[in-house]
């Protein structure tokens, strides 16, 4: 008899006469296990216990009564602990069910992602902490130790690595004080000190007339139940501000809130705006916080101690007890897509735990995805607008720079009317920011004798030049490798040339071309880590730099007051390649690093070079007509049955062995439904037709709207067989056709 799909009860049900449990755990399996509830232990759904699995010990979830009819009775193992700390909510439990099915991913890979930190399952580690001693021994007090004992004269205790960083000795130093006698141990709360809680009276910015409507519309929904509102304003608008209203009211409503950010990276100027609106500063939660930091940020939140968490999507997964809003900032960014495991949407799954929780959404976006538009035009969404840049800034002129007709120089990539406008906007002594979005130096590298290219041995992908680092690098797999000096397909010497730009070649022309400017250029490779960012985003606001150079990283939400020019150097690049959303994606983006431009009293340029200006995204841009343009893009798509009025499932088919995934990919296409509301469309080579030296092929699975997009994939998979070696990858809702 095949094992029930797992599936999670409601909340503190007692358990169960026969008291057989089914347990849930953190691998990729579809089903939840069943285990026996020994005579003296108390179980409930969500708890967390720990269970024998083969010869080792695992923590899983309780995730509801066992099968009567499961397995026997006398080879039912025992659960043998319930950890001490608070339950997995119920809302958090449908979630992973809700996502498992949705995305047909096993239960306990998204389980897995709910339970990132087992540490914070523990209790705390006991924490040392160090004070200065009663009476001060007789010791040779070195520079060091001199530091140290300043360090600690009046402040809290503090345990030996914070105080080893302040003082700027090792910890060898702290410790040899205590051993001294000089300190005193004493025992630091374990988890945390006790942080200061955003106070919602706090007084806030005096908001406009416009964005205090749709702050008390938005903070008016907060005890409302479910509903979703998309909060859609002009870049510079202050969407933040007038989020920060909802934001209060679940506060005064004792609930937690949850803000969902694209790139926690780029938060610096956020936090200091929360704290500045707050009194106090929220909870960070992202994959590079140290283990302890993640560990006490995950009990604080399953405690209902943190009110406010900012976090990127996997925040999603972590354990509030008492959410009461979920807010999704640039909710039409495409980093909210998780590509690799359990393949999800973040904003999407951010609408579902919504309404699971009964409370309100709120998604925000100067470009709002097509999807939250035509929610919001067929009434499911609500919607509130900001029309205008908050203090009369006023929104950027945006020209087009015909690149057929202003070509630059040979091996150069600025056309003659951006070189004069920068040049402008230096004596003016403003800012600009070039953006291109090429990491790198050149995108391709050729041989100038033979014309062989230089290809990474595992994708289908070009070599990247990095000058910087000295190294030819895959964006796709990370291998690298040195430049060679001679061409490894004909042998000549020297004749290996870059082609085309990357932000380091563009920064050796900005160089050539304003020696005197200060320059900085800002990338992923560039710039590692928040710390790093919020320094780099400081120095641009502070106008230590008059040219940035950046990829996507500078497009996202900064506010630069004295940057007055934004140049795009290569606006056609997103549109390449083609796939469903490239001209969304492309008006979207060029749209928001516009949008940097002009925020306070000095007026904003934007400079797009393009080699097709009569391009609809191009004129949408120039004409500041996004409705427009999105009327177009959702005609164009009503009629193909594109998403959203479509339904749209790739399957992606890769192995090592190219016959294999052949072999499955045709017997896929061949089992694939067909009838008038669906179609299978391939197989076909993925454009990435070998990434990490496995061979892929994709199918598309299209559909209309009404059609369970998920029992047609369980029932088209459980009718074929493939070889070993070979995997199939579901990805529901495709955003990346790669
Ligand atoms: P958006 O997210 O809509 O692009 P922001 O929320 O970043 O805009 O706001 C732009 C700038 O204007 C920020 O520096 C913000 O602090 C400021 N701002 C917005 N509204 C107000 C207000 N009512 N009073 C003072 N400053 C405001
Ligand atoms: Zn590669």
Same mark, same amino acid.
Request: proline share 7%; charged share 25%.
């Given at each position: 008899?095949?094992?029930?799909?797992?599936?999670?009860?409601?909340?503190?049900?007692?358990?169960?006469?026969?008291?057989?449990?089914?347990?849930?755990?953190?691998?990729?399996?579809g089903t939840?296990?069943?285990?026996?509830?020994?005579?003296?232990?108390?179980?409930?759904?969500?708890?967390?216990?720990?269970?024998?699995?083969?010869?080792?010990?695992?923590?899983?979830?309780?995730?509801?009564?066992?099968?009567?009819?499961?397995?026997?009775?006398?080879?039912l193992?025992?659960?043998?602990?319930?950890?001490?700390c608070p339950?997995?909510?119920?809302?958090?439990?449908?979630?992973?069910?809700?996502?498992?099915?949705?995305?047909?991913?096993?239960?306990?890979?998204?389980?897995?992602?709910?339970?990132?930190i087992?540490?914070?399952?523990?209790?705390?580690?006991?924490?040392v902490?160090?004070m200065?001693?009663?009476?001060?021994?007789?010791?040779?007090?070195?520079?060091?130790?001199?530091?140290?004992?300043?360090?600690?004269?009046?402040?809290?205790?503090?345990?030996?690595?914070?105080?080893?960083?302040?003082?700027?000795?090792?910890?060898?130093?702290v410790?040899?004080?205590?051993?001294?006698?000089?300190?005193?141990?004493?025992?630091?709360?374990?988890?945390?000190?006790?942080?200061?809680?955003?106070?919602?009276e706090?007084?806030?910015?005096?908001?406009?007339d416009?964005?205090? =409507?749709?702050? &008390?519309? $938005?903070?008016? +929904?907060?005890?409302?139940?479910?509903? %979703? #509102?998309?909060? @859609?304003?002009?870049?510079?608008?202050?969407?933040?501000?007038?989020y920060?209203?909802?934001?209060?009211?679940?506060?005064?409503?004792?609930?937690?809130?949850?803000?969902?950010?694209?790139?926690?990276?780029?938060?610096?100027?956020?936090?200091?705006?929360?704290?500045?609106?707050?009194?106090?500063?929220?909870?960070?939660?992202?994959?590079?916080?140290?283990?302890?930091?993640?560990?006490?940020?995950?009990?604080?939140?399953?405690?209902?101690r943190a009110r406010?968490?900012?976090?990127?999507?996997?925040?999603?997964?972590?354990?509030?007890?008492?959410?009461?809003?979920?807010?999704?900032?640039?909710?039409?960014?495409?980093?909210?897509?998780q590509?690799?495991?359990?393949?999800y949407h973040?904003?999407?799954?951010?609408?579902?735990?919504?309404?699971?929780g =009964?409370?309100? &959404?709120? $998604?925000?976006? +100067?470009?709002?995805?097509?999807?939250? %538009? #035509?929610?919001? @035009?067929?009434?499911?969404?609500?919607s509130q607008?900001?029309?205008?840049?908050?203090?009369?800034?006023?929104?950027?002129?945006?020209?087009?720079?015909?690149?057929?007709r202003?070509?630059?120089p040979?091996?150069?990539?600025?056309?003659?009317p951006?070189?004069?406008?920068?040049?402008?906007?230096?004596?003016?002594?403003?800012?600009?920011?070039?953006?291109?979005?090429?990491?790198?130096?050149?995108?391709?590298t050729?041989?100038?004798?033979?014309?062989h290219?230089?290809q990474?041995?595992?994708?289908?992908?070009?070599?990247?030049?990095?000058?910087?680092?000295g190294?030819?690098?895959?964006?796709?797999?990370?291998y690298?490798?040195?430049?060679?000096?001679?061409?490894?397909?004909?042998?000549?010497?020297?004749?290996?040339a870059?082609?085309?730009?990357?932000?380091?070649?563009?920064?050796?022309?900005?160089?050539?071309?304003?020696?005197?400017?200060?320059?900085s250029?800002?990338?992923?490779?560039?710039?590692?880590g928040?710390?790093?960012?919020?320094?780099f985003?400081?120095?641009?606001?502070?106008?230590?730099?008059?040219?940035?150079?950046?990829?996507q990283?500078?497009?996202?939400?900064?506010?630069?007051?004295?940057?007055?020019?934004?140049?795009?150097v290569?606006?056609?690049?997103?549109?390449?390649?083609?796939?469903?959303?490239?001209?969304?994606?492309?008006?979207?983006?060029?749209?928001?690093?516009?949008?940097?431009?002009g925020?306070?009293?000095?007026?904003?340029?934007?400079?797009?070079?393009?080699?097709?200006?009569?391009?609809?995204?191009?004129?949408?841009?120039?004409?500041?007509?996004?409705?427009?343009?999105?009327?177009?893009?959702?005609e164009?798509?009503?009629?193909?049955?594109?998403?959203?009025?479509g339904?749209?499932?790739?399957?992606?088919?890769?192995?090592?062995?190219?016959?294999?995934?052949?072999?499955?990919?045709?017997?896929?296409?061949r089992?694939?439904?067909?009838?008038?509301?669906m179609?299978?469309?391939?197989?076909?080579p993925?454009p990435?037709?070998?990434?990490?030296?496995?061979?892929?092929?994709?199918?598309?699975?299209?559909?209309?709207?009404?059609?369970?997009?998920?029992?047609?994939?369980?029932?088209?998979?459980?009718?074929?067989?493939?070889?070993?070696?070979?995997?199939?990858?579901?990805?529901?809702?495709?955003?990346?056709?790669?």
């Amino acid at each position: 008899m095949p094992k029930r799909h797992a599936s999670s009860t409601g909340p503190n049900e007692k358990l169960n006469p026969t008291r057989r449990v089914s347990v849930l755990l953190p691998l990729p399996l579809g089903t939840a296990y069943d285990y026996r509830q020994p005579a003296d232990m108390e179980l409930t759904p969500g708890d967390f216990v720990s269970v024998p699995l083969g010869r080792r010990q695992t923590v899983g979830v309780v995730w509801g009564e066992g099968d009567p009819a499961g397995i026997e009775e006398s080879r039912l193992k025992d659960v043998a602990a319930r950890l001490d700390c608070p339950p997995m909510p119920e809302e958090t439990r449908r979630l992973v069910d809700w996502v498992s099915r949705y995305t047909l991913s096993p239960a306990g890979a998204v389980l897995r992602m709910a339970m990132s930190i087992p540490e914070a399952l523990e209790p705390a580690p006991p924490r040392v902490g160090y004070m200065p001693a009663e009476e001060m021994p007789d010791i040779r007090v070195t520079a060091a130790r001199k530091r140290v004992l300043e360090a600690i004269a009046g402040g809290p205790a503090r345990g030996a690595t914070e105080l080893a960083r302040e003082a700027a000795v090792s910890t060898s130093v702290v410790t040899g004080l205590a051993d001294a006698g000089a300190l005193m141990r004493v025992a630091l709360p374990a988890d945390g000190d006790p942080v200061a809680e955003p106070d919602p009276e706090n007084p806030g910015p005096k908001l406009n007339d416009e964005q205090k =409507e749709a702050g &008390a519309e $938005l903070a008016g +929904a907060v005890d409302g139940g479910f509903s %979703v #509102t998309l909060l @859609d304003g002009v870049t510079g608008a202050g969407k933040t501000e007038v989020y920060f209203e909802a934001v209060a009211a679940a506060l005064r409503d004792r609930k937690q809130v949850l803000v969902l950010v694209p790139e926690i990276a780029l938060t610096g100027q956020w936090l200091t705006r929360f704290a500045r609106r707050f009194g106090a500063e929220p909870e960070l939660w992202h994959s590079d916080l140290a283990r302890g930091r993640r560990r006490r940020c995950w009990r604080r939140i399953a405690e209902g101690r943190a009110r406010v968490v900012v976090g990127a999507r996997s925040a999603l997964f972590l354990p509030f007890s008492e959410l009461g809003l979920i807010i999704v900032d640039e909710e039409h960014d495409s980093s909210y897509k998780q590509e690799e495991g359990v393949i999800y949407h973040a904003r999407d799954m951010a609408v579902v735990r919504a309404r699971l929780g =009964e409370i309100p &959404a709120i $998604l925000v976006s +100067a470009t709002p995805s097509l999807e939250t %538009v #035509t929610n919001v @035009d067929s009434g499911r969404y609500r919607s509130q607008h900001l029309s205008a840049r908050h203090g009369g800034a006023e929104m950027p002129s945006v020209e087009l720079v015909d690149m057929r007709r202003n070509a630059p120089p040979r091996q150069r990539w600025l056309a003659p009317p951006l070189v004069t406008a920068l040049k402008e906007t230096l004596e003016a002594g403003e800012q600009s920011l070039l953006f291109l979005n090429r990491r790198g130096y050149a995108p391709l590298t050729l041989c100038r004798g033979c014309g062989h290219r230089l290809q990474c041995p595992n994708c289908t992908a070009w070599l990247v030049e990095h000058r910087f680092s000295g190294k030819l690098q895959c964006h796709h797999c990370g291998y690298a490798t040195g430049l060679p000096k001679e061409c490894p397909e004909c042998g000549a010497e020297d004749k290996m040339a870059a082609c085309g730009p990357g932000v380091e070649r563009l920064a050796e022309e900005v160089t050539a071309l304003f020696p005197e400017a200060r320059m900085s250029l800002m990338t992923s490779d560039t710039v590692r880590g928040p710390e790093a960012a919020a320094a780099f985003i400081e120095a641009i606001a502070n106008h230590e730099i008059d040219i940035i150079l950046g990829t996507q990283i500078v497009a996202k939400g900064h506010h630069f007051p004295m940057l007055t020019l934004v140049g795009v150097v290569d606006a056609d690049l997103g549109l390449m390649g083609g796939d469903l959303r490239a001209s969304e994606r492309t008006f979207q983006l060029l749209h928001q690093v516009s949008g940097r431009a002009g925020r306070e009293d000095r007026p904003g340029r934007v400079m797009l070079q393009t080699y097709h200006p009569d391009h609809p995204v191009m004129l949408a841009l120039a004409e500041g007509a996004r409705d427009r343009f999105l009327e177009a893009e959702a005609e164009m798509r009503r009629d193909g049955g594109w998403p959203p009025f479509g339904r749209l499932v790739a399957l992606i088919v890769s192995g090592r062995d190219e016959g294999d995934v052949d072999t499955a990919a045709n017997a896929l296409g061949r089992a694939g439904p067909n009838s008038k509301d669906m179609r299978v469309l391939g197989p076909a080579p993925a454009p990435l037709a070998i990434l990490r030296g496995r061979h892929r092929r994709r199918l598309l699975l299209k559909a209309t709207r009404d059609i369970d997009m998920q029992k047609v994939l369980r029932q088209w998979l459980s009718r074929v067989r493939w070889p070993n070696g070979v995997r199939v990858q579901v990805d529901v809702d495709p955003y990346s056709f790669l």
